[in-house]
């Protein structure tokens, strides 16, 4: 038997299996988050607690509270339960692409649409 056909999807599993990006998302459910965006060019930050099925945003003295509903451990839909405007009443579906020590990658986009964004989150308790 040749040994090429043996060691190759040998190498095949170990070379993915190095690509693979840990996700620890049950770490994440609930606690204490600082994320940093660029706004017009500007670096703000929000911080945010979420506790299960909700989640309060706190951006420039400004208080919002979304419900979270988890569809598996590491994606979940938020709805903003106060909305001021239409913009703000479309939920947002959130994935988390990858976990690290006390951070995660993730990227976010309105349910329905196509045009996903990424950020990173700290959780700071």
């Given at each position: 038997?040749?040994?090429?056909?043996i060691?190759?999807?040998?190498?095949?599993?170990v070379?993915?299996?190095c690509?693979t990006s840990?996700?620890n998302?049950k770490?994440?459910?609930n606690?204490?988050?600082?994320?940093?965006?660029?706004?017009d060019g500007e670096?703000?930050?929000?911080?945010?607690?979420r506790e299960?099925?909700?989640?309060?945003n706190?951006?420039e003295?400004?208080?919002?509270?979304f419900?979270?509903?988890?569809?598996?451990d590491?994606?979940?839909?938020?709805k903003n339960?106060?909305?001021?405007?239409?913009?703000e009443?479309?939920p947002i579906?959130?994935?988390?692409l990858?976990?690290?020590?006390n951070?995660?990658?993730?990227?976010y986009s309105?349910v329905?649409?196509?045009k996903?964004?990424?950020g990173t989150?700290?959780?700071?308790?």
């Open positions: 038997m040749n040994l090429k056909i060691l190759y999807p040998f190498f095949l599993f070379i993915s299996g690509n840990e996700r998302c770490d994440f459910k606690g204490e988050f600082s994320f940093t965006s660029i706004i670096e703000v930050s929000t911080t945010f607690v299960d099925d909700l989640e309060i706190y951006f003295k400004q208080i919002d509270s419900s979270i509903r988890w569809i598996n590491c994606e979940y839909i938020g339960l106060n909305p001021k405007n239409r913009a009443e479309k579906h959130f994935k988390i990858s976990t690290k020590d951070s995660y990658t993730f990227e309105f329905g649409k196509a996903k964004e990424k989150v700290i959780k700071t308790k």
